[in-house]
Nanobody, 119 residues
Framework: VQLVESGGGLVQPGGSLTLSCELS????????MGWYRQAPGKQRELVAI???????NYGDSVKDRFTITRLNAMNTVYLQMNSLKPEDTAVYYC??????????????WGQGTQVTVSS
């Protein structure tokens, strides 16, 4: 199972960015898929996740600014980030968990994409 992220970059405070993450590989299910981030000197933290049942969960610092969307048919998840702040600067990692085609559990991470919010 592989995850490929795209969409990071440099944006001014108050601006917007959209990240995307596509899962490839032989899978049976995706039980959860979403985004985490890690800023320099800090622990990795939850940004947003979505489950197979359609529920979503957001980190407190991004609620009402970020929106996660999943296209099941494409095994792709998007993160729309609005009203970006300098403290949103971090490497953003895509994560997916579920069962692969052999019914083994997978917990996969993408390579990370840098988001920098600065004027």
């Amino acid at each position: 199972v592989q995850l490929v992220e795209s969409g990071g970059g440099l944006v001014q405070p108050g601006g917007s960015l959209t990240l995307s993450c596509e899962l490839s590989g032989s899978i049976f299910s995706i039980n959860g898929m979403g985004w985490y981030r890690q800023a320099p000197g800090k622990q990795r933290e939850l940004v947003a996740i979505t489950t197979s049942g359609g529920s979503t969960n957001y980190g407190d610092s991004v609620k009402d600014r970020f929106t996660i969307t999943r296209l099941n048919a494409m095994n792709t998840v998007y993160l729309q980030m609005n009203s970006l702040k300098p403290e949103d600067t971090a490497v953003y990692y895509c994560n997916a968990r579920g069962y692969d085609a052999s019914r083994s559990v997978y917990d996969s991470w993408g390579q990370g994409t840098q988001v920098t919010v600065s004027s």
